[in-house]
């Protein structure tokens, strides 16, 4: 049978999420969990990848047993009892056996926190900006993403994907008040580094070093020159993963 399992992580001590030769990733960290509970490898497949330093609210990732698992709750119990403190498991549910956590996902959504201070409780889960940041104008050109259409100006180069085409359904910055502020994105899909990328631009509108027409220019020219530096990795959280109701068994 095939399984759903939805849980969080903290990336600050990880490699990325997914497992690597060089260093200590998500992935390899639960599936030595699960082969402890299983007593067997259990490959995971995660609904995406989130780099080193990145963070996930809600990631999902299926893998496949032999026989069904009657107690779900109690295997998720014991997994977080195994797992560090930086990872936790939130439910494991039966779905149908062409239920994919990477290619049945309708709809994702990230955040990126900012905050203008030093902060010693978000230090590695905001990024640190300098005050001022003009996010009336970071939300005006922001409304430029959205839509279905070639985000390769926010694209890491040199991936192997087959399209850069993303259907962007919002982009929105929010001052949460005390110089923290949260710019909340969501579409069906993400190009490698994408998130960080357009946050990195995004900067540059809101310092006054680019205008809204360049920001458009830059989404334009398809060319990841144009675009801004990628931000900072620590802002960066995966908050909400959209499947099909259908998949699910329960």
């Not at 997914?18 to 995971?44: C, D, H, S, W, Y």
């Not at 905001?126 to 005006?140: C, H, K, Q, S, Y």
């Not at 680019?210 to 675009?227: D, G, L, P, Y």
Request: net charge negative.
């Amino acid at each position: 049978m095939r399984y759903f399992i939805r849980f969080a992580y903290d990336g600050t001590a990880f490699h990325g999420s997914q497992r690597q030769p060089n260093g200590i990733t998500v992935q390899e960290t639960m599936e030595k969990a699960l082969a402890m509970i299983f007593r067997e490898e259990i490959p995971l497949t995660f609904a995406g990848r989130t780099d080193a330093g990145v963070h996930a609210r809600e990631m999902y990732a299926h893998f496949d047993v032999g026989t069904q698992i009657p107690d779900t709750g109690h295997i998720c119990f014991r997994l977080n009892g195994i797992l560090p403190d930086s990872i936790a498991i939130f439910d494991l549910y039966p779905v149908t056996d062409d239920a994919h956590a990477r290619f049945s996902a309708v709809r994702r959504t990230y955040e990126y926190h900012v905050v203008d201070h030093k902060d010693p409780f978000l230090c590695l889960q905001a990024t640190r900006v300098r005050p001022g940041l003009d996010f009336e104008a970071m939300n005006d050109a922001a409304q430029l993403l959205i839509g279905k259409q070639d985000f390769a100006s926010f694209c890491r180069t040199n991936t192997d994907v087959k399209t850069t085409i993303c259907d962007l359904t919002r982009a929105e910055w929010k001052e949460l008040g005390n110089g923290h502020a949260v710019f909340t994105i969501a579409a069906d899909r993400f190009l490698r580094n994408m998130v960080r990328a357009v946050v990195g631009t995004l900067f540059e509108v809101g310092r006054g070093k680019m205008t809204k027409e360049q920001f458009a220019e830059v989404i334009t020219k398809h060319n990841r020159c144009a675009a801004g530096d990628s931000a900072p990795a620590e802002g960066l959280f995966l908050t909400q993963i959209d499947y099909p109701q259908e998949l699910f068994l329960v």
